[in-house]
């Protein structure tokens, strides 16, 4: 899968690729499922229009015509931190993580619409 952390604004926001390798993998997924079975995933166009962090996007790279799944708010806060150790080392400084999983436990950061996929 591959994984957009929705962060900057004005420059390409980090991307990398969750492999089925990943000791994190299988629980990404029972989440993802959770989530999508509880309605708390939403469409990419849902993205927060705010300054920081906006959330995951997500998108299954093993189906064709997928579309990103927008992974934020508090309901899928466990989630997001497993996303978001995921990111390989050296895309972003250690204190920028740590900044975004507080943001991410908050859990203020919520969709723009509530058009759920």
Known sequence: M??????????PDPEWQV???????????RLLE???AS???YSHMDMPSRLGY????????????AQPE??????????????????PDGILPKEFCKKISEEIERGNVKANA????
């Open 2 to 11: 591959k994984v957009t952390l929705g962060i900057f604004s004005g420059r």
């Open 19 to 29: 492999l089925t390798s990943d000791p994190n993998y299988k629980e990404i997924e």
């Open 34 to 36: 959770i989530a999508r």
């Open 39 to 41: 309605g708390y995933i």
């Open 54 to 65: 906006k959330g995951f996007l997500v998108l299954n790279t093993a189906k064709k015509e």
């Open 70 to 87: 927008l992974i934020v708010g508090a309901q899928t806060v466990e989630l997001q931190q497993l996303l978001l150790k995921t990111i």
């Open 114 to 117: 509530q058009h759920r996929t």
